[in-house]
């Protein structure tokens, strides 16, 4: 668990309405290397979602510079961006996302579509990342016929069928009970362990000690940024 | 990403809303199939008067008397018989666009048969006439080669003359007398019915043109071998034009004609009536393309409207596309082949109604349809262009969406 994946120097980012100029994020700089587990936290309108869709590479930061796996990222064209995503990241969102009336596979198998994996790789690995996170009986199973918790795996097997080098959490137990909250991010504690590297946001702390990282946004600027002490005992609970 | 990839989540978002869907094909599919309909029903139509038209024949040249100045009077067409039957198969033998030329002799007057008689119109003919005129004989036979050249007493007679000297009877075999001149009749024609001036075809004598010089107009003609109109029939295909002139140029050759000097001859053909019929046709033509373009258009325009309304609803999903990384591309491709896809489908039901349409329509209303093959090809090309056309807005709307917009819609 060596090396930088993520710098950002200097980050900024600005949102134009109208003749108003809305500072969303104020040049943030750190590193997270290959292996971590960070959750970012913050009350609404501090900038970590900003944060989030500026390292997921689905926005050009107004300043600053941003290099993800040792390739800068912040120059690149729409185009290269959504190959970037397509090799390097994988996303799990709050409402996750699932396509309707298309199998739990045929989700999974979603950003192959869109690599040059030939067809008939694709199923195979989506099958496997299926069954990593514990759905291989229900592979044909549309997302409503699945519950929550359940969809929400399906979501993680897809953000892992491209073998990324970063994980994209946003708020993943946001749509989800309790109980369902804790299978999730123990599912995400035990893939960190596996070696991927996740970012995850929340505002919910108990969500967040699973990380082994907290960045505390505030007003677009980091205030805080520490390893996470109880981890080791939130990992215990599960 | 590859076609059969895109082509299969098109049919799936078109299957997702069924109804819609089909409901927005059936812009297409009544476009289409109207324009095929139009399209077999048109052609039928134009069928019909082109063989109409041929039947009169449109690709025949009559050459007639011309007229001659005789102290300073300018006489009319055939105020001079100036045209020979000789003229007549030099044309026949020494213009090649010509397939054959049938000098005759035209007269008229009163025909009796027993008791009955009837007032008709005769010609003198050479064999070529029939052939000019693809005229057949439903009844008895031709003339034979003794009865052309001995002026043989003989005579093949129009519907209209059996009807009226014989009514159901058999006329083969009976005597006619044409001016007291007492003929055999032979054949019967076939029915022609009317010529576009609204004269009955059907109401002619035919006989051989030495019978009708000799026997029947009498003596006055009885020498010359003069005749009043040679009709000559162009092949198909050959330029009209041209066979025109060599033949002006023919017959001013053999009446000795200096440069500066009337023709004494007049060629007529039925151009006019060539023109006017493509002239009607170019307007239904005109005609079947505005209703096509109208109906394509309307259902262009609903393709456009629930494609908007699909990209609208699916935002999220090009979100979560763009997201795992899908390009602008990308998405324009699945949204522009699901509009083709779906007036392509449109298309090919459209196809099959307008085709059994048009069938129901020969079947039921005994309209005559011609179905092509090329009215076909058009209206399923035309379909996906509409397709193209009106899928592309809507498309180039959803690649170009923001995936961080896309994703948080609501």
């Known amino acids: ?238 | 990403m590859n076609f059969v990839a895109t082509l299969r989540i098109a049919l799936l978002a078109l299957r997702v809303n069924k109804m819609r869907s089909a409901l927005t094909m059936l812009g297409i599919i009544i476009g289409v199939a109207a324009v095929i309909i139009m399209i077999a029903v048109g052609g039928g139509a134009q069928a019909r008067v082109e063989e109409q038209i041929r039947s009169l024949g449109s690709n025949i040249i009559m050459v007639l008397s011309g007229s001659v100045t005789s102290g300073g009077a300018r006489g009319g067409i055939g105020s001079q018989p100036t045209i020979t039957e000789d003229d007549g198969y030099a044309i026949g033998r020494e213009i090649e666009e010509i397939q054959a030329a049938a000098p005759t002799l035209r007269g008229s007057g009163q025909v009796v048969a027993g008791n009955a008689n009837w007032s008709t119109v005769f010609y003198g003919i050479t064999p070529d006439y029939l052939e000019v005129r693809e005229w057949a004989i439903v009844e008895g036979r031709g003339f034979e080669q003794a009865e052309m050249s001995g002026a043989g007493k003989v005579v093949l007679i129009g519907q209209t003359v059996a009807k009226n000297l014989f009514g159901d009877a058999s006329p083969l075999d009976q005597v006619i007398r044409v001016r007291k001149v007492p003929l055999t009749v032979i054949g019967v024609l076939d029915r022609k019915g009317q010529s576009m001036t609204g004269q009955d075809q059907d109401d002619i004598l035919l006989m051989p043109i030495g019978t009708a010089r000799k026997r029947v107009l009498g003596s006055a003609l009885a020498k010359s071998r003069s005749v009043g109109s040679i009709m000559v029939k162009v092949n198909q295909g050959a330029d009209m034009a041209s066979a025109d002139a060599r033949m002006r140029e023919l017959l001013r050759q053999r009446h000795r004609l200096q440069p500066g000097q009337d023709d004494d001859f007049f060629v007529r053909n039925l151009s006019e009536i060539l023109q006017a019929q493509e002239a009607s046709s170019k307007v239904m033509a005109l005609l079947l393309a505005a209703v096509a373009s109208v109906s394509l258009l309307v259902g262009g325009i609903g393709i456009m409207n629930i494609m908007l309304v699909s990209v609208t609803e699916r935002t999220r999903e090009i979100g979560l596309r763009m997201a795992v990384g899908a390009r602008s591309k990308d998405i324009l491709t699945q949204f522009l082949v699901e509009a083709v896809t779906l007036s392509l489908i449109g298309g090919a039901i459209g196809i099959l109604l307008g085709v059994g349409g048009a069938m129901l329509i020969a079947e039921l209303a005994g309209w005559r349809t011609e179905l092509s093959g090329s009215s076909i090809v058009l209206a399923a090309g035309f379909a996906g262009a509409v397709g193209v056309f009106f899928g592309y807005y809507p498309a180039k709307k959803a690649s170009r969406l923001l995936p961080i917009e896309a994703l948080r819609y609501e």
Request: a negative charge.
């Open chain 1, 1 to 238: 668990m060596s090396g930088t994946l993520i710098r950002v120097e200097g980050l900024t980012k600005e949102y134009r309405m109208g003749s108003n100029v809305v500072p969303a994020l104020r040049g943030v700089s750190l590193d997270i290397a290959t292996g971590e587990f960070v959750a970012v936290m913050g009350p609404s309108g501090s900038g970590k979602s900003t944060f989030m869709n500026l390292l997921g590479c689905l926005d050009h930061p107004s300043e600053g510079r941003y290099w993800l796996g040792g390739q800068e990222v912040s120059q690149l064209s729409s185009d290269e961006l959504a190959r970037v995503r397509n090799r390097k990241l994988g996303f799990v969102f709050q409402h996750f996302n699932l396509l309707a009336r298309t199998s739990a596979l045929d989700n999974v198998a979603l950003p192959l579509l869109y690599s040059e994996m030939p067809p008939s790789e694709r199923r195979q690995h989506a099958e496997q990342r299926l069954a990593q996170v514990g759905l291989a009986e229900r592979m044909d199973h549309h997302p409503a016929q699945l519950s929550g918790g359940q969809q929400q795996r399906v979501a993680i097997a897809r953000a892992l069928v491209n073998d990324p080098q970063l994980v994209l959490a946003d708020e993943p137990t946001g749509a989800l009970d309790s109980r369902t909250s804790v299978e999730i991010m123990a599912l995400l504690q035990q893939l960190n362990r596996e070696g991927i590297t996740i970012v995850l946001v929340t505002h919910e702390h108990d969500v967040a000690h699973f990380a082994g990282r907290i960045i505390s946004f505030r007003d677009g600027k980091v205030i805080e940024d520490k390893p996470n002490v109880a981890n080791d005992a939130a990992a215990q609970l599960t």
